[in-house]
């Protein structure tokens, strides 16, 4: 059973994810308005873990609520130290997913991307990533 571990950039927060096969976890990018906000660049990349599979092991982030512009709450964890963003999650996902930001894996390549949200808003300078799904809106 492969265990991932992550962290903030101060590592005031750690956690580990114990995945029974890294393909359990289904990275994507997210091309949204409201993931460019969030992530503070031109897409967001996150990995879908079942949520029994994620641990904090260290610190308490902090969480932001809102609506993401569509209608769906979204919860945001970040250091409240450093600023990282650690994971999201929306309403409807809640008690069975957690959409942990890959860059703060301390291996982010151990879960390359599987597809592609919201390509309609994709920046016009970005390619697609070859053989992944491509979805125009919904993430799902
Ligand atoms: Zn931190
Ligand atoms: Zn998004």
Known sequence: MPTLTGSCICRNIEYELK??????ARTSLCHCRNCKKAFGTNYGLTAKVPKDTFNLTKGIPKEHIADNGSGAVIYREFCQNCGSFILEYGDAAKDHFRYICVGSLDDPEALPPKGE?????????MPEIPNVFHKQMVKE
């Open 19 to 24: 995945l029974v096969s890294n393909d359990d």
């Open 117 to 125: 949200f919201f390509c309609k808003a994709r920046a016009s300078w």
